[in-house]
C-alpha cells in the first residue's frame, strides 16, 4: 500500500500493491495497521456502504453535520470521477476541492476525512462504488452542498447535464451551508 499526497495535505490517495497473474489479482484493500502506519489514524469503520449508478449520475456533495463520517472509498467496477470539498472554516484550504478518477483499472482509494463534503459522477457505463465509514449514517443530520456551486469551481468532466436526485438538486451553497469550525 502507497500513500499519494494530493493537494489538500488532509485528503489522501491509497494506491494498493496489486499481485496480478493470469488468473487475476489479488489485493488488500484496507489493513488497518498499515492503514494507521500510513495515515497517522487508528480508525474504527462502523459501516460499510455499496451503491450502483449509471453513467452521468451525480450524487454529492454529501456530509453530515453533527456525527461526521471520514470515509475511504473506491470503485470496483467502472469509474468515477470523486470530489471531496474542505469545508472546514478554519482550514487553510476551506473551500477548495480535489478531484481524483477511482476505477477498477486503477484501484486507487480517496481517504476523506470529516470536514469535508463528497460527492462523485459516474463516467462508465455503470459504477459500483464501495465506502467504509467512521461513523453511521444519520439522516437527520445528512447535509448537502450544491454540486454546481460557482464558488466551488468544480470541473465534473461532464458533457451533458447530470442525473442528480431531487435531494441533491436542493443542496445548498457554500456560503449559505452549515459548515465544520
Known sequence: MRLIHSAIPDLLIIEPKVYGDDRGFFFESFNRRRFAELTGRDVDF???NHSRSV???LRGMHYQIEHPQAKLVRV????????AVD???GSATFG?????ELSEENKLMLWIPEGFAHGFVVL???ADFLYKTTDYWYPEHERCIRWDD????IDWKL??????SAKDAQGKTLADAELFP
Open 46 to 48: 462502523v459501516q460499510d
Open 55 to 57: 453513467q452521468n449520475v
Open 76 to 83: 470496483v467496477e467502472g469509474a468515477v470521477l470523486d470530489v
Open 87 to 89: 469545508i472546514r472554516k
Open 96 to 100: 477548495r476541492s480535489v478531484a481524483q
Open 124 to 126: 462508465s457505463e455503470s
Open 150 to 153: 460557482p464558488a466551488l469551481g
Open 159 to 164: 458533457h451533458t447535464a447530470p442525473i442528480v
